[in-house]
């Protein structure tokens, strides 16, 4: 195995969503908690694409915050190349750690800051890093970037409202690059484009993990971009990994009732006619999930035990899975 | 085919602003026969969400239909009075918006927004309108209806709330429902819901349906026709499955080719340069043609209608000289429509 | 792009943008801004055009006092809009009052702005405790009448202040009441948008980035906040102006050896029902234009800005 550039053990993240302080007093509400990620362990070797799945709510995009330090961990350890970011303290002890890691948003029309021109955008991490001196030096490199990702170094006059979405996305992107990170987040980076851009910035990518060694860690809805992009693969589902390991081995033999479920809800291109398991029941509430397992109650698998009792993770294969049908080895074949 | 339940012609939406006419949509033409679920796909931008506005007659202001007709059973209703076109829309064209927490009153109860819709548009009395509304809950798949009756909006859940939405629409029986990105708000597994629920609907009261949305899977496991839309016009229009499998325009096999699927495992995925025009600057010629990898003299100037038979066509000079996508396997070409 | 290419290339996009267009299809505004331009002109260059200096008690001849305006019977040209009880010309101290009046406006709507501005940000971007004191103190504040709280905050500072720097001091201690007693509206705008503002992914790039919270404050988030300040900023000149003429009115304002516009209203009245009409009538014109003027103005900004009404 490659070794491990990020390693995220036990994370766990709550959020206080209680009412004001005034409320719980006088209507007499509890304390409430959302447990956006409760215990999720893996590890990203160098130079891979690890994807988080699922739907929403389900804490894929918390995880992806807790990597880059926007949120603080409630609870797990977070190792970069060995280096402790559990914490902002241990944070600020390994700036370096900081610097090599960047994000990449989901929103195009959000992430960029509607009052400044491109070049400066660009150049923002380039300056706070003092990577390189001189604003003629600054700028060759931003137009340099800027070629990179598929614009010209004459785009950076302009102002993030005179391009498309796409094009916004390669701002993003540009940005990301600029603090020369091995490590991007990309949170959904796709999901507000268009299909045919959506094949431009994922192509764009791969083509720069393939020329500047990146790692990724990327969080999608969409299994299919995920399939096409990813090494690695965590199904997650109300603030949990069900099942992860190697892409072509949960894609091809999923194990998990939830990862099967999702795979099967997929609209057909191909129009082959397969039938498919109807999809039952919805995502229910994070503040008060199910016991046992979260997914029991949508599950056609689950059974006393499954309400009582939260199944622990097992290897399989190349796999591993949180599921006592898997456990108990009473799980029906796959139709792959 | 048979006759056309809905029937546009040549229609125009522009939107007049201080530096010229913007043409949102450019001279679209389109049938829909009873019981028919045409998809109308396209990237944002594409004018396909303004075709259904048209339709309804649901166009913000300052934009307007400029030209073309649009017929409902013959009957022509894009020059209706707003008052006569609110009584056909609810009554006989049926609305589902993308977010369904915008289309329905949050102050009011379900139950209300429902009784009050059939109410305007039947002739029964509160109690039989109470009971049709429990009933249209149930059909929509809504688990413990007659206690979810009387719950507000905000007590349901994404996908349940897109349910009332289609209950909603259905209230007065529609004969056609324009349902412009019903599923993109939802999760895939609950997107999987409302498909299935809106073909069976579909086939159980050969009600029409205009689906707009931009996913192509979508498309794929609900329509039965397609118009593929680019820079306000019909770049394709044909059978799903011919469109999918064997799509002529070159847009159209761009966009096939650069949706990622599970199995065919590509490196790269198939892409487009650049990005739909914006309508302040649609090209001369064939609105494509900066993008399109087969443009040729002519995709320059002139621009290309529709060219094909009457169930496969595409706006592509390819066309003529059969050089298109799967132009040869059409047997005999009738011609423009 | 150098520097000059930059501003043609801004103004060219300003004068085809929708704010110009808007504007120019205003007449109201278009009159309200050119009326609020001349009144400010005319104080700024006051020295240039009025015949007297009526803050310099040498040039004053109480023999002039009470001359009716020019076209009356008694008028005399030398002073086209007649003179107050101590020979003032009223054109010149009309020009020379709205000077102190529209400076004291401005500069305490700055002051307000900077504070407001200031406490808003930090309220909006730190949150929690931080957030609910300062809030909690504009609350308190702002359920006062604005003329209450600048009363007060007068009468504390002059109390303060020793005798002899009470006269010299007076416009600082003005500017800050005043300033002071506005600052409220500013800093719950800020502190609304800014939290709209924080929650949007370039300020959680910025973060990503490694950026301090005062640096994404003030390099990020302000600039993006200033829209909704210049619509308050404008409108609350008005009311500046307004607080100001009140304050001098009631004789707690500006010395009355430089009178304002204010303080000649209130000099005026004295005199108002024995004949002398024109020493209130007079300021007391201007000082409506020049707060209708700014408060039409604020108004047009406010639904420019607004990209809902547009």
């Keep these: 195995m490659t070794d491990a550039l990020l390693k995220v053990d036990n994370l766990v993240r709550h959020f206080d969503v209680s009412p004001p302080w005034l409320n719980r007093v006088i209507e007499r509400k509890p304390k409430s908690v959302v447990k956006a990620v409760d215990g999720v362990a893996f590890e990203i070797g160098r130079g891979e694409t690890f994807s988080l799945v699922g739907e929403s709510g389900c804490g894929k995009s918390t995880v992806a915050r807790l990597v880059v330090g926007l949120y603080n961990p409630t609870a797990g350890t977070l190792e970069f190349d060995g280096m402790d970011i559990s914490s902002g303290t241990a944070r600020s002890r390994n700036r370096g750690a900081q610097r090599r890691m960047q994000m990449i948003f989901q929103d195009p029309y959000a992430s960029l800051n509607p009052r400044w021109r491109v070049i400066d955008i660009v150049a923002e991490p380039i300056r706070f890093n003092k990577l390189v001196d001189g604003d003629a030096a600054i700028k060759a490199r931003v137009g340099e970037l800027l070629e990179q990702v598929g614009l010209s170094a004459a785009d950076g006059e302009k102002y993030p409202h005179e391009f498309s979405g796409g094009q916004r996305q390669r701002v993003s992107i540009a940005r990301a690059l600029a603090g020369s990170p091995e490590f991007l987040v990309c949170d959904e980076p796709t999901s507000a484009l268009d299909v045919s851009v959506q094949a431009q910035i994922l192509n764009l990518m791969k083509k720069l993990q393939r020329e500047l060694g990146l790692t990724y860690l990327f969080i999608s809805h969409d299994l299919a971009v995920v399939y096409h992009v990813s090494t690695k693969v965590g199904v997650m589902y109300l603030g949990r990994l069900v099942e992860w390991g190697e892409t072509e081995v949960i894609f091809n033999a999923p194990r998990h009732p939830y990862t099967r479920m999702l795979l099967d809800a997929i609209p057909d291109l191909e129009m082959s006619g397969r039938s498919r398991t109807p999809v039952a029941g919805e995502v229910p509430s994070p503040i008060d999930p199910p016991s046992g397992c979260a997914f029991h109650p949508r599950c056609p698998l689950a059974t006393d035990r499954c309400k009582a009792e939260a199944p622990k993770p097992v290897s399989v294969g190349a796999a591993m899975v949180a599921c006592h049908a898997v456990e108990e080895d009473r799980l029906p074949e796959w139709h792959g | 085919m048979a006759e056309p339940l809905l029937t546009v012609r040549n229609l125009r939406v522009e939107f007049p602003t201080r530096k010229g006419s913007l043409v949102a949509v450019d001279d679209i033409s389109l049938d829909i026969a009873p019981g028919e679920v045409l998809g109308v796909v396209g990237e944002s931008g594409a004018g396909k969400s303004m075709t259904g506005a048209a339709i309804i007659g649901l166009i913000e202001p300052p934009g307007r239909v400029a030209s073309g007709e649009i017929l409902l059973d013959g009957r022509r209703i894009d020059n209706l009075s707003y008052d006569e076109m609110r009584k056909i829309r609810g009554k006989e064209i049926g609305a589902i918006f993308q977010d369904p927490l915008t289309s329905l009153n949050p102050l009011y109860r379900v139950s209300k927004q429902l009784v009050e819709t059939i109410m305007t548009h039947m002739d029964l009395t509160e109690r039989q309108a109470r009971a049709r509304a429990l009933e249209l809950l149930k059909e929509v798949g809504i688990p413990a209806a007659e206690e979810r009756l009387d719950h507000y909006p905000h007590q349901f859940s994404g996908g349940m709330r897109q349910r009332v939405v289609i209950a909603l629409a259905l209230c007065a029986e529609p004969r056609l429902i324009i349902a412009d990105e019903p599923t993109t708000a939802l999760d895939v597994s609950i997107q999987a819901q409302i498909i299935t629920l809106l073909k069976r609907l579909c086939s159980e009261h050969q009600t029409a349906i205009m689906l707009v949305t931009h996913d192509m899977g979508v498309i794929a496991e609900t329509a039965d026709r397609v118009a593929v839309m680019y820079a306000g016009r019909i770049a394709e229009i044909g059978p799903v499955q011919d469109v999918i499998k064997r799509a002529r325009h070159p847009y159209t096999e761009g966009l096939m080719g650069a949706i990622p699927t599970i199995g065919g495992r590509d490196e790269l995925l198939t892409q487009i340069d650049g990005s739909m025009p914006r309508l302040t600057a649609i090209p001369d010629g064939c609105a494509f043609h900066p993008r399109c990898p087969k443009a040729h003299f002519k995709c320059h100037t002139v621009r290309p209608d529709l060219i094909g038979n009457a169930q496969h066509s595409a706006s592509c000079w390819l066309m003529e000289s059969g050089a298109a996508g799967g132009a040869s396997d059409t047997a005999g070409s009738e011609g423009g429509r | ?310």
Aim: without cysteine; aromatic residues 8%; hydrophobic residues 55%.
């Design chain 3, 1 to 310: 792009m150098g520097p000059i290419e930059r501003t043609q290339d801004n103004l060219a996009r300003f004068f085809d943008g929708d704010i110009w267009h808007s504007f120019r299809t205003s007449p109201v505004t278009v009159v309200a801004t050119v009326l609020a331009v001349l009144m400010i002109v005319a104080a700024i260059i006051a020295p240039l055009i009025t015949p007297q200096d009526p803050f310099d008690p040498a040039m004053l001849d109480l023999m002039d006092a009470f001359t009716a305006p020019v076209w009356s019977q008694d008028g005399v040209w030398r002073f086209p809009l007649g003179t107050d009880d101590q020979g003032r010309d009223l054109y010149s101290a009309i020009l020379y009052g709205s000077r102190i009046s529209i400076g004291v406006g401005f500069a305490s709507v700055l002051l307000s702005i900077v504070i407001g501005v200031t406490l808003g940000l930090i309220a909006g971007y730190v949150g929690g405790t931080t957030d609910a004191v300062i809030m909690r103190i504009a609350d308190v504040q702002i359920s006062f009448p604005a003329l209450l709280v600048a009363l007060l905050l007068n009468g504390v500072l002059r109390a303060l202040l020793p005798g002899s720097s009470q006269e010299t001091l007076a416009l600082v201690v003005i500017i800050f009441s005043i300033g002071m007693s506005i600052w409220p509206q500013f800093a719950r705008t800020v502190r609304g948008s800014t939290m709209v503002e924080k929650s949007k992914e370039y300020v959680q790039a910025a973060r990503v980035i490694g950026l301090s919270s005062r640096a994404i404050m003030f390099r990020h988030v302000l600039p993006n906040v200033m829209g909704p300040v210049l619509v308050i900023g404008t409108i609350n000149l008005a009311i500046a102006v307004l607080l100001e003429a009140t304050l001098s009115f009631l004789g707690v304002g500006v010395p009355p050896t430089e009178p304002s516009l204010g303080t000649l209203i209130r000099i005026g009245q004295d005199f108002l029902f024995s004949g002398e009409w024109w020493i209130v009538i007079f300021p007391g014109i201007f000082l409506a234009l020049l707060v209708l003027s700014v408060n039409l103005l604020g108004d047009w900004l406010r639904d420019a800005l607004n990209p809902k009404l547009r």
